[in-house]
């Protein structure tokens, strides 16, 4: 975590806004025409960050950020496909207690909704839905680390991190 985004729109003195905003978009194929159907697909992702970067003083700094995803993987002849809708916020704090000291912590969330739209005559549709069922996943963490510096050349990074996951099908 760092406030060096170029692209970041200065709120305040203290404050920015970013967004940041990336995703592609591939199509695979098996590439043996030995049988009796190409194999193949498309895959895709998009990812949509919101972020708010505060520094109140020159040795503390805090994220607050919002990501939004899309994923979809499909088969190449439309009769198939696994999606997944994500929204995940994020705090992180960052504290310079002296120039050998630091502190970061932070808590984060997620929410995924994974969707499967196939066919009922598809020959794999019970292999399919057995494994990538339709379901909402959730998870939450947190962290807190020290960095420690006792000279120059030699950093020492202990920490901790605590997750919950949880998934529920609809």
């Known amino acids: 975590m760092g406030l060096s985004n170029l692209d970041a729109y200065r709120l305040t003195r203290q404050s920015t806004l970013s967004v940041f905003a990336f995703g ?13 159907g190409q ?20 040795n503390t700094q805090l994220r607050a950020a919002v990501t939004a995803g899309f994923d979809r993987t499909r088969d190449e002849n439309g009769s198939g496909a696994v999606r997944d809708q994500s929204l995940r916020v994020r705090l992180d704090v960052r504290r310079e207690a002296s120039g ?17 739209t196939a066919s009922r005559t ?18 939450g963490g947190a962290y807190l680390s020290l960095r420690l510096r006792p000279e120059r ?4 990074v202990p920490g901790v991190r605590a997750d919950l996951y949880a998934v529920r099908e609809p």
């Open 24 to 36: 592609a978009f591939d199509l695979f194929e098996s590439g043996d025409r030995d049988l009796a």
């Open 39 to 58: 194999i193949g697909g498309r895959t895709q992702f998009h990812r949509f960050d919101l972020r708010y970067d505060w520094a109140p003083d020159d």
């Open 122 to 139: 598809r020959v794999d549709y019970s292999d399919l839905t057995a494994l990538f069922p339709s379901r909402d996943d959730g998870t």
């Open 100 to 116: 050998a000291v630091g502190v970061d912590a932070g808590v984060d969330a997620r929410l995924d909704a994974f969707r499967l």
């Open 153 to 156: 050349r030699i950093r020492f």
